[in-house]
Each structure stands twice: as structure tokens, then as C-alpha cells.
């Protein structure tokens, strides 16, 4: 027709257009126009509309009211985890084949409604295809079947408080609900703005499959005002947030001391790597490029590494592909003024932009821009950007892309482009984040697992080993609830020690001074100070160091040291020296019984078998240092997968004072096997043992500054531990206060938390010397975090 302005295929296919998307919101409009555009909260498998309570409008993308959701009180808290408890006692009774058949039969109901789910998704920014929420019910399904027959010696938690930020999207949400739900769990949801809609959908979709009444319940309200509210409620056994970093960090401190275990991934805000080497598909990876760069709502800051040698060739496919294309709405009025604040500090540092056209002079909108030339330190390239900004580095090698894209705090995920396979598992391997997709990006299925790194959380969501998180072993104790006790944050761990002075007694009778050990050597406090150790009976037995904080930087330095060296050892060969520690231990066993028994006032023949078990304890994990490994997911999608545990780094211990010396080798050992340093806090209730175990350490093969041992006050080592950057993790047995200062401090640089309130010993320490399948099984995945690695064929 004459005059026409319809593109023909060709047309598009020449311009490389992306076609019109729907923008129907006609099934959407419908459920909201059902429900009075007025969403109750969902309790005890109903909508309820408690009467005198606050409301807060829905906007969409063009700042249009959708509808209004109910900000919960504290009544409607307490309702909403009653009704989960009496519902997990329902849904943890029915077995495992009957959950499965519910988590199934949702799917229909899914696919029968997901046009609706679909257009509230997009109304309320926060895309989620329906198609990923199935094969989120098929995956787990499959384990909600299985749990009982896999996972025999494993229990649910019970009522589990599940809480995301405004900006997170539904997949990250339910990603964490369904095996919550899966596992026997029941679920108290606290959506953000984002995903109230649909997820309030949801739960409807779940009771019309026959979920039974309180089981998942939704709470809709600020975030941050809500999840602390419901975390204090007694029948919540379990907190689990995923969103940004900000919110997460109020999350752990406002509920720091409840004796609730709470485990972020922090999945919104992340910068990730976007690496293109030399030997990649250029034409593909600039098409990546494209795709992922400049999403409308993306959760993770892209930064584009790229090799000089094809770096011009990247820039002019890039002009090419970004001609054309219009300016992007920001999600947020203010947004304008920090995207321009960034372009202009970039261009003040000697950046040079690519832009498909001119920024509009105001508004909220701005063009897809990408910043070449900008310097590793630009605020733009540390600090992730709300607009369509693609901060652009170059590199030499292939190591310096590697280390340019370890460059960010977080590690969440990164893109590789090459078609040199034996470059790219050597390049995932080498980079310090959860997920690796190669020749690809944004891969999302549930059978590969989620670790974040770094300051991208401290849980795994996703595949087997997401499962966990939403279990306990059997046999292992929660931390007791308790009221938050008024703890002075910044005086914990601060009290001086006890003075020693002279006594004027006999030198040959004075009690021994024991060393540290710090860096493969035995030295003195920093401090220069001791500690009386005593006799069950009041006597002084020995003087130790009292460390603090400069002997505990002083063990880390050693343990970064040598700690890369010892996780690259293979497997066999890590295996061979803690054998070699079991032997040298064989070899003192007679001064470490009777160690031992001065400590504690054990029987020589109960010191004896101490001194058996922690041999064994040393012998059993060097023969699991190379069974423990990871695996090949099967997936829908044509390629492979592998799924790596990989070491944490360096581990802080703060040891119990039951079995001093099997406690001790125990928690050793399995760090050691999976690759980790470990600097470890003896009790300073029974330090002698672990002091006499210093010579078994000189005596191996054991690479200096792997372990290190610290003697001193708990409290004051403890905080010392919490505030050092490079520590990823605490194990800690110690009291309450000192669990409520790691929840509120350690959120910040995040690290992994195992806390323990120990009680009084009245067993001899029994505990340790019987530790059933599951406890080995926990105490093995808290000393690795996973990697993911993704490698698509056609």
C-alpha cells in the first residue's frame, strides 16, 4: 500500500528492531476489579481486610494507582504466625507423596492464570515469566517427594519468616518460598511493593490447590517496619531475606538477640562483570551486551571488561547496535540527577560516551550510555547505577581480566565471552562469585544452586543445596529464643583482663608459660600480657597469652598468605597432611590425655579416649576430602552445568569448652579438608589442650598460618574476629550476648554465621563423640560456598 509505514521482517531484521510487545492489562484489571481494588492481607488461607488499618497505593510504571494493600498491625502478625503454626503441624503431618501432588497440582493452576500473573508482573515492574514459576514447582516438587528418603536425618524449622525488598523481583521471592514449602515448612511472606501483587495471587493460587489454611500467609506493609515485627513473634524458627544490601543489614541488626537464625542474599544491587576476551564471538557477546546492559528493571549493575586487543572492534559493534534506540525510563523521579552526577564525574576522569542519541534536558528518562575509558575507581563502576549506564574497562591479559573482574565487592555472578573452553573453566574458577554463565547471561533454573560471595550473601538458594537453609538436623539444637538483652555494641569484648602479679613463690614450682601459635610459629601476645589458667580445683596450672585484635590481624595476614596455595592443593594431597597431623597426634597422645585431665578433672582412661576420637575425627575428614564434590545438574535447557563447593577463605572458630581437644580437631579438620585457614579461639575455660596441640601442628606437614591458634578472653577475641573485612565466616559457641553481637555486627562486612549458646558441660562433652550423619553433613556446608558454571551449547 502506498505510503505505508509497516516494516517488513527484512526491514527489522536489517535494523536488528527489537517487535512490539502487549501491553494488555485486561485479565490483571479484571482480578484487581474482583477483589474492590483493595487487597486484604492473605491469613489462614483467606483475603482479610482488618478494619481501621492504614493503606498504601500500588503504582505503575507511569505513577498510575493500581490498587491499595493493607499495611499489617501487630494483631494481624501475631494472627498471621498463629495460623502458620497451627498450619505447619497440618502440612508437616501429611506425607511427603501428598505435598508433592499439592506443589503439583499448583502448576496447572499456574498455567491456567498466567496471563493474569504475567500482566500484574509487569504492572508492578517486577517481570517474572510464568513458565520459570513452573519449573520452580516441577524442581521442587520432585524433593518434597524425596525428602524423607534423602534426607532421612533432616527436620523442617517450622514457621519461617520469608521477606524481600521493594526492588526484588518474584523469582528471587519464590525461589525461597516453594522449597521453604517443599521441606514441610510453613511460610509467613513479606513481599516488597514490588511483589505484593502477584504474590498475594499466588497464595490464592496455593489454597485453591489445596494448600492447607495457614500454611502461606502474606503480610503486606513496609518492609522494614513488618519483618522485625514477625521475626519477634516466638513460633518463628527461621528468618530468610533476599533484596539489597541496605535493607538486609537493618533487617540483621533489628533483630540481633532473638535467638532467630537469619540468612541474606543480597541479590539486588550487586555489580557484576560482563568479560568479552579476545577469543570470544564478537557479534554474540555484543548482542549480550545489549540484552542484559540495558533492561528497564535489572537487579545487578553490569560492568563490561573487555581485552584491548578487540577493544575498538567492541566499541564500533556497539555504536552500531545502539544506534536507534530511544531513552529508557528510570524507575524513580530522582534518579535523573544521580545519572547525571555519574555521567559527569565519569567525563571529568577522561571518559568518553556512547549514546544513541542526547539526553532529554529534564524528565525521567535517559539513553542507553555506555562509559568508555572510565578508571576501576570511578564511583560509577563501585557503586551500581539506577539508570542504563554501562560502565566500560579494558585489560591486557587474560589474569588481569580475572582480577579486574574481581575487582567489585560483591559476587553475585559473571558473564565470560570466549571460544577457548580450556580459558573459560580456568577464568571461572578464578573468579570470586556464585554464578558463572559462559557465552551467556541471566541463565536462571532452579536445579543450579545460588551462593552469593563476598557481599552478596551468606545462604544458597536454588538446586540440593538451597534445601538446607529450610532444614536442621535432627539431632542438633536451634539457639534458644531469647529477648534482646541491652548490649553496648561498642564496649563488647572491651573489659581489660585480669591482672597478674608476683606472688613471690618458689621459680621452681612456677606455673608453665605456654605460647601462641600465629603463622606456623609459637609467639608471644602482641599485648605482652597472661592469663591464670586453673586446676578444677582453684589451683593456677599454666599462664597463656591474652590475645586481642593485633594477634588476631596478625593470624589473618598469615592465613591470606598461604591460604589461596592450600585451597589450590588438590584434593589427595590436602588429604595426605591432615593424615600426617593424625599421626603426629598419635605420637603425643600421652602428654594430650594427661593435658587433658588437669584441665578438666576428667579420668585419665575418659582423656585417653579424647585423645582416640580426635585422631579419628582427623583420620575420617582427610578420607573426605576428595568424596566431598560437587556435581552436573541435569537441566531443561540444552548445555551443561556444574555445580563446585569451593572454600570460604578464612574461618574464624571460637571454640566450646566441652572436649576441648575433640571440639577443636573436629571443626579443624573439616575446614582444612574443604581448603579454608582457620584462626581458632580455644576455650578459655580449658585452653591447655589446644596449647599442647601446637606442637602436633609444628610437627606435620600443615603449611604455616593455615591454622592458627589464639588464647585469650572469648568476648574480646570474638569481637576482634567479627570487625576483621577479610574473615568470611565465625563458628562460635559462646552465650547469648556474644551470638547477639556477631547477628548485629557481622551483617556488615557480611559473614557467615554458625552460633551456638552452649550450655553448662554435664556430659563430659558426650556430644562430640557420637556426631551423626547429619551433623557431619551441616558441619561440611558451613565450610564451603557453592559455584555455579553454566555452559550452553546449540
Given at each position: 500500500?502506498a ?8 526491514d ?9 510487545t ?8 479484571a ?29 505503575d510504571?507511569?505513577?498510575?494507582s493500581?490498587c491499595?494493600?493493607?499495611?499489617a498491625?501487630?494483631?494481624?502478625v ?21 505435598r ?7 502448576v496447572?493452576g499456574?498455567?491456567?492464570h ?5 500482566e ?14 513452573v ?5 521442587y ?10 534426607l532421612?536425618d ?9 521477606v ?5 523481583s ?14 514441610g ?26 494448600l492447607?489454611?495457614?500454611?502461606l ?10 519483618a522485625?515485627?514477625?521475626a519477634?513473634n516466638?513460633?518463628?524458627s ?11 543489614e ?6 540481633a ?16 562483570p560482563?568479560?568479552?576476551f579476545?577469543?570470544a ?11 542484559t ?21 567492541v ?21 535523573r540527577?544521580l ?8 567525563q ?5 560516551l556512547?549514546?544513541?542519541c542526547?539526553?532529554?534536558?529534564f524528565g ?17 563502576v563501585?557503586t551500581?547505577?539506577?539508570?542504563p ?14 582480577t ?7 559476587g ?20 570470586a562469585v ?53 548490649l ?15 606472688l613471690?613463690?618458689?621459680s ?8 601462641q601459635y600465629?603463622g606456623g610459629?609459637q609467639?608471644?601476645?602482641?599485648s ?7 586446676a578444677?580445683?582453684g ?8 590475645g ?6 596478625n ?5 591470606i ?13 590436602r588429604?595426605?597432611s591432615l593424615f ?22 576428667l ?33 531443561p ?12 577463605g ?10 576441648p581437644?575433640l571440639?577443636m580437631?573436629?571443626l579443624?579438620a573439616?575446614a ?5 585457614a582457620?584462626v581458632m579461639v ?7 589442650p589446644?596449647?599442647e ?12 598460618g ?5 588464647t585469650g ?8 574476629l ?24 557481622c551483617?556488615?562486612?557480611?559473614k557467615n ?12 562433652g558426650?556430644a562430640?563423640?557420637q ?10 556446608r558451613q565450610?564451603v ?9 546449540a
Open positions: 500500500m505510503g505505508s509505514t509497516t516494516k517488513t521482517v527484512y527489522i531484521f536489517q535494523s536488528m528492531e527489537y517487535g512490539p502487549s501491553s494488555s492489562r485486561t485479565t490483571a484489571q482480578w484487581l476489579e474482583h477483589q474492590s481494588g483493595a487487597l486484604g492481607l492473605f491469613i489462614d488461607g483467606r483475603f482479610v481486610q482488618p478494619a481501621g488499618r492504614q493503606t498504601c497505593s500500588v503504582t510504571s507511569s505513577g498510575s493500581l491499595t494493600i493493607v499495611c498491625a501487630d494483631e494481624d501475631s494472627l498471621s504466625v498463629s495460623s502458620g503454626a497451627s498450619g505447619f503441624k497440618a502440612w508437616n503431618a501429611l506425607d511427603c507423596h501428598v508433592a501432588k499439592i506443589l503439583l497440582k499448583l496447572s499456574v498455567q491456567r498466567g496471563q493474569c500473573l504475567s500484574l508482573c509487569d504492572l508492578a515492574q517486577s517481570p517474572c515469566p510464568p513458565s520459570a514459576l519449573r520452580l514447582l516441577q524442581y516438587s520432585g524433593w518434597a517427594q524425596l525428602r524423607d528418603s534423602l532421612p533432616w527436620t523442617p524449622h517450622g514457621v519461617v519468616a520469608v524481600v525488598s521493594d526492588d526484588c518474584l523469582y528471587s521471592l519464590m525461589l525461597k518460598v516453594i522449597p521453604a514449602l517443599a521441606m515448612n510453613a511460610a509467613v511472606v513479606i513481599p516488597g511493593v514490588g511483589t505484593a501483587l502477584p504474590a498475594l495471587l499466588l497464595a490464592q493460587l496455593f489454597v485453591e490447590a489445596g492447607p489454611a495457614g500454611v500467609n502474606v503480610l503486606t506493609c513496609k518492609v522494614l517496619s513488618l522485625p515485627k514477625v519477634q516466638p513460633h518463628i527461621y528468618v530468610t531475606y533476599s533484596g539489597n544490601k541496605k535493607n538486609g537493618m533487617l540483621c541488626r533489628a533483630t538477640g532473638l535467638g532467630v537464625p537469619i540468612s541474606l542474599s543480597v541479590s539486588v544491587g550487586a555489580t557484576c560482563f568479560i568479552i579476545e577469543s564471538d564478537m557479534d554474540s557477546a555484543v548482542d549480550g551486551v545489549i540484552e546492559a540495558f533492561k528497564k528493571k535489572k537487579e545487578c549493575q553490569w560492568i563490561l571488561c573487555v581485552q584491548e586487543s578487540v577493544l575498538d572492534n566499541v564500533a559493534r556497539l555504536k552500531v547496535r545502539m544506534a536507534g534506540m530511544k531513552s529508557v525510563p528510570l524507575l524513580a523521579e530522582g534518579d540527577g545519572v547525571d552526577a555519574a555521567v559527569q564525574e565519569a571529568q576522569q577522561g571518559a568518553t556512547i549514546q544513541p542526547a539526553p532529554p534536558p525521567t528518562s535517559y539513553p542507553p550510555t555506555v562509559l568508555c575509558g572510565v578508571a576501576p575507581s570511578c564511583s560509577c563501585v551500581p547505577n539506577p539508570g549506564l554501562l560502565p566500560l574497562l579494558s585489560f591486557r591479559s587474560h589474569g588481569e581480566g580475572v579486574l573482574g574481581n575487582h567489585s565487592p560483591h553475585q555472578a559473571a558473564s565470560l565471552w570466549t571460544e577457548d573452553i580450556t580459558l573459560a573453566l580456568e577464568a571461572a574458577k578464578s573468579l556464585g554464578c558463572v554463565w559462559v557465552n551467556s547471561h541471566s541463565v536462571l533454573d532452579p536445579a543450579l544452586p545460588l551462593s552469593g560471595h563476598k557481599e552478596s550473601g551468606n545462604c544458597t538458594d536454588g538446586g540440593k543445596e538451597g534445601l538446607f537453609q529450610f532444614l536442621q538436623p535432627s539431632s542438633s539444637p536451634s539457639l534458644p529464643r531469647s529477648s534482646p538483652s541491652s553496648d555494641y561498642a564496649k563488647f569484648g572491651t573489659a581489660a583482663s585480669s591482672a597478674i602479679i608476683p613471690g613463690s618458689d621452681s614450682s612456677y606455673p608453665h608459660c605456654y605460647l600465629v610459629k609467639c608471644k601476645s602482641e605482652g600480657s597472661s592469663v591464670s589458667v586453673l578444677p580445683g589451683a593456677v596450672l599454666a599462664y597463656c597469652p591474652d586481642g585484635r593485633k594477634d588476631v590481624r593470624a589473618v595476614e598469615a592465613a598468605k598461604v591460604q589461596p596455595s592450600w585451597m589450590k592443593k588438590t584434593p589427595p594431597e588429604a595426605q600426617s597431623l593424625a599421626n603426629a597426634l598419635e605420637l603425643k597422645r600421652l602428654d594430650m590425655a594427661t593435658s587433658i585431665q588437669s584441665q578438666t578433672g579420668s585419665l582412661e575418659k582423656a585417653n579416649e579424647e585423645v582416640e576420637l580426635s585422631i579419628s575425627q582427623l583420620c575420617d575428614w582427610a578420607a573426605r576430602c576428595d568424596k566431598e564434590r560437587g556435581g552436573a545438574p541435569s537441566l535447557l540444552s548445555g551443561s552445568a556444574l555445580s563446585i563447593p569451593e572454600a570460604l578464612v574461618v574464624g572458630v571460637v571454640l566450646p569448652d566441652s572436649s581437644l571440639s580437631v573436629s579443624l573439616v582444612v579438608a574443604m581448603g579454608n582457620v580455644p576455650s578459655p575455660k580449658y585452653p591447655l589446644a596449647l596441640f601446637i606442637q602436633v601442628l609444628q610437627t606435620s606437614d600443615l603449611p604455616g593455615v591454622v592458627s591458634i589464639i578472653g572469648r568476648d574480646q577475641l570474638t569481637q576482634a567479627a570487625n576483621h573485612s577479610v574473615i568470611k565466616a565465625i563458628w562460635y559457641w559462646g552465650n547469648m550476648e556474644g551470638c547477639q553481637y556477631l547477628q548485629h555486627t551483617s556488615s562486612p557480611l554465621l554458625w552460633l551456638h549458646c552452649q550450655e553448662e558441660v554435664t556430659d563430659g558426650g562430640w563423640s556426631l551423626p550423619l547429619s551433623l557431619l553433613e551441616e558441619m561440611w565450610a560456598q557453592w559455584k555455579s558454571i553454566w555452559i550452553p551449547t
